[in-house]
């Protein structure tokens, strides 16, 4: 890869492992140290994640008008700006507000990475993607397995470790990313089609889709929210919880060729390959139901992983293959909206689920929930005219 862009990905891992000494926490410490219910720990990370979709847009915006460099930089500052804040004072209700601007901030940066990424290695194509995917996944390793390393010895300290890494991210950015020529859109090109907003089949197939993908995201995000509160009921360190996620994404690295392999070898449509992945999603939920050892969680979290790298990747390959020409960016904007949609929900619905009832009924619910995901997935391209050449376009 050219250098820009290994300057890029660099700045991607220092990024997220600085977010991932916070992210894993941000319940544990809501519930466990600030004293507040569960269903208040899910209202807090959904305003987060509110404010990380405004972030999202006005990023997006940004490095439209100003560049990425700019864009960047902004949401940085916006960051560093929330962390100190959140070092000196981390009571109650000031860590809602630090958690909503680390979220706007956040937002602002990962869009603009992302398009910047694409603009300084426009050959790379689907390569410059996937670095920055596998970037993320060395950073959340990373900072999960050193975020639970402080944190076992006090947990305030996460907050420290966070400033210093987004210190690191704002040095990298302003000497390195400086110089990066990034080639805007002009206006002209971007007027060429009126925005026509009507529901045509593909668009309908696309919602249905990203139902199903929404409640696997509202699944997943448990382990962030109720699930690590529970573990620390069970008298669960904060450093194994923290390896569950070191252990999340070097699997993702390091057994991704594996994964690819095994998918090639089955040679399922993509429709069938998130059929397939939601059911090992079951299969985990199934398996940490009955958890009470360390051992089980692990287990739990290895199966999980496995279903996320057959769903995960596949939904944004239907987007785009279900996209009309010169529509692809609309449509995978709503498949980030699902996601981030269920990110949003989950740890809040969840908390009010445990609070007025119990972990078991959760986990009954996720069950119930997966199962319409699957029916979701299945029937998506139901009503599409013909099927069998949409079919074979999308298996392609």
Request: proline content about 3%; hydrophobic content about 55%; glycine content about 10%.
């Amino acid at each position: 890869m050219p250098r820009k862009v290994w300057l890029l990905v660099i700045g991607m891992i220092i990024n997220v492992t600085g977010s991932s000494f916070l992210w894993p926490f941000n319940t544990i410490y809501i519930h466990n140290h600030l004293g507040k219910s569960l269903s208040v720990a899910g209202m807090a990370l959904m305003i987060n994640s509110l404010a990380g979709i405004i972030g999202n847009i006005a990023g997006g915006i940004m490095f439209d008008k100003l560049g990425g460099y700019k864009s960047i930089l902004s949401g940085i500052i916006i960051t560093l700006f929330s962390i100190v804040g959140l070092v000196f004072f981390h009571g109650w209700p000031l860590y809602v507000l630090w958690l909503a601007l680390i979220g706007l901030g956040s937002g602002v940066v990962f869009p603009s990475m992302y398009a910047m990424i694409g603009a300084v290695w426009p050959e790379g194509g689907r390569r410059a993607f996937n670095a920055m995917y596998v970037g993320q996944n060395v950073g959340v390793a990373l900072g999960s397995a050193f975020g639970g390393l402080v944190a076992s010895y006090r947990i305030d300290y996460i907050f420290l470790a966070n400033l210093a890494l987004y210190f690191v991210f704002f040095v990298i950015v302003f000497i390195g990313f400086k110089n990066m020529q990034v080639t805007i859109k002009k206006k002209a090109e971007m007027q060429k089609e009126k925005k026509v907003w009507k529901l045509t089949p593909f668009f309908r197939a696309l919602l249905v889709m990203c139902c199903a993908y929404a409640i696997c995201w509202f699944a997943y995000v448990q382990w962030q929210g109720t699930i690590a509160s529970h573990m620390q009921d069970l008298k669960i360190s904060l450093r194994s919880y923290s390896l569950l996620w070191t252990v999340n994404g070097a699997l993702i690295v390091l057994a991704q060729p594996l994964i690819s392999a095994i998918i090639r070898k089955l040679n399922r449509s993509l429709k069938q390959q998130i059929i397939i992945g939601t059911i090992i999603f079951m299969v985990s939920f199934t398996v940490v139901a009955q958890a009470e050892q360390f051992e089980l969680f692990m287990t739990g979290m290895v199966i999980l992983t496995i279903g996320e790298m057959f769903v995960w990747p596949a939904v944004p390959t239907i987007a785009n293959n279900l996209a009309p020409q010169g529509r692809e960016g609309f449509y995978q904007g709503v498949v980030n909206s699902a996601a981030t949609g269920g990110r949003m929900f989950g740890p809040w619905a969840g908390g009010l689920i445990v609070d007025a009832f119990n972990i078991e009924v959760l986990f009954m619910a996720i069950l119930a929930m997966l199962m319409i995901s699957i029916v979701a997935a299945s029937i998506y391209d139901r009503k599409l005219k013909a099927k069998e050449t949409i079919e074979q376009k999308i298996a392609a």
